[in-house]
């Protein structure tokens, strides 16, 4: 019994101790560890309990993911995260990916939180399905943009649009959300594109990672997005020459 009772506490002790790291770490409470063994060194945590972070109020939050569902999408996360070389994510400051569902940020339903600051990518398994994996590319890229504003200067972007269009002041600041591909596109894939310059880069970005040769189709029947994507290769592979697109 008493044997029982060391080992016990021993295991509480080893839990509590991990919980500690992984918030110190990460900044985000009530999380464990689902899988550490990715070879692009990738840690998945996801959410035990719903959690509150955030610098102004407390502002994100996300609820616990049913273990079914998790088991079910975790491979699809894992082969689009796989498509990242360690030595890229390293550079872009990937480090941890969280799971979890119902994520939200000041009350406004949302695909993902990126913090490059402590390498972490918060990410709702529960995000429309129908947008579900570009949607993991789209919040990489705004952590590869935080990384690298340097390279992906909003005001040559902008220059790329037609003299005439002027984006929203913030992704939040305009009714353009929707996430389905314009079938006029016009220099922009989506209604969201047009919501802001990080934003249109981030789906163009998406666009590269999970589906090229539409988006190939696309540009080039259209020399606005051709230019928006061929600025977004350049930029990416000074970050990286290596860098593999799809």
Same mark, same amino acid.
């Given at each position: 019994?008493?044997?029982?009772?060391?080992?016990?506490?021993?295991?509480?002790?080893?839990?509590?101790?991990?919980?500690?790291?992984?918030?110190?770490?990460?900044?985000?409470?009530?999380?464990?560890?689902?899988?550490?063994?990715?070879?692009?060194?990738?840690?998945?945590?996801?959410?035990?309990?719903?959690?509150?972070?955030?610098?102004?109020?407390?502002?994100?939050?996300?609820?616990?993911?049913?273990?079914?569902?998790?088991?079910?999408?975790?491979?699809?996360?894992?082969?689009?995260?796989?498509?990242?070389?360690?030595?890229?994510?390293?550079?872009?400051?990937?480090?941890?990916?969280?799971?979890?569902?119902?994520?939200?940020?000041?009350?406004?339903?949302?695909?993902?939180?990126?913090?490059?600051?402590?390498?972490?990518?918060?990410?709702?398994?529960?995000?429309?399905?129908?947008?579900?994996?570009?949607? !993991?590319?789209?919040?990489?890229?705004? !952590?590869?943009?935080?990384?690298?504003?340097?390279?992906?200067?909003?005001?040559?972007?902008?220059?790329?649009?037609?003299?005439?269009?002027?984006?929203?002041?913030?992704?939040?600041?305009?009714?353009?959300?929707?996430?389905?591909?314009?079938?006029?596109?016009?220099?922009?894939?989506?209604?969201?594109? !047009?919501?802001?310059?990080?934003?249109?880069?981030?789906?163009?970005?998406?666009?590269?990672?999970?589906?090229?040769?539409?988006?190939?189709?696309?540009?080039?029947?259209?020399?606005?997005?051709?230019?928006?994507?061929?600025?977004?290769?350049?930029?990416?592979?000074?970050?990286?020459?290596?860098?593999?697109?799809?």
């Amino acid at each position: 019994m008493r044997i029982l009772f060391i080992t016990l506490l021993g295991l509480s002790i080893f839990s509590t101790l991990k919980a500690n790291t992984i918030f110190y770490l990460t900044k985000i409470p009530n999380l464990k560890i689902y899988e550490l063994k990715a070879s692009n060194g990738i840690k998945y945590l996801v959410a035990e309990k719903p959690f509150r972070v955030g610098i102004v109020q407390n502002n994100v939050q996300c609820d616990v993911a049913d273990n079914e569902e998790i088991k079910k999408k975790f491979p699809i996360i894992k082969s689009n995260f796989d498509k990242y070389e360690k030595n890229f994510l390293q550079k872009v400051n990937l480090k941890y990916v969280v799971i979890c569902k119902n994520l939200k940020v000041s009350d406004i339903q949302t695909a993902g939180v990126p913090n490059h600051n402590v390498k972490t990518l918060i990410i709702d398994i529960g995000f429309d399905k129908r947008y579900f994996e570009r949607s !993991m590319h789209h919040e990489l890229f705004h !952590m590869i943009d935080d990384s690298y504003d340097n390279l992906f200067s909003k005001k040559s972007w902008i220059n790329l649009n037609s003299s005439t269009f002027e984006y929203a002041e913030c992704s939040t600041c305009t009714n353009k959300l929707g996430l389905s591909l314009i079938k006029d596109t016009k220099g922009f894939l989506t209604e969201y594109s !047009m919501s802001t310059a990080s934003e249109d880069m981030a789906e163009i970005f998406s666009y590269l990672m999970t589906d090229k040769i539409k988006l190939s189709e696309i540009a080039a029947n259209d020399i606005i997005i051709n230019k928006k994507v061929s600025f977004l290769k350049n930029e990416i592979q000074k970050i990286d020459k290596k860098f593999k697109f799809d």
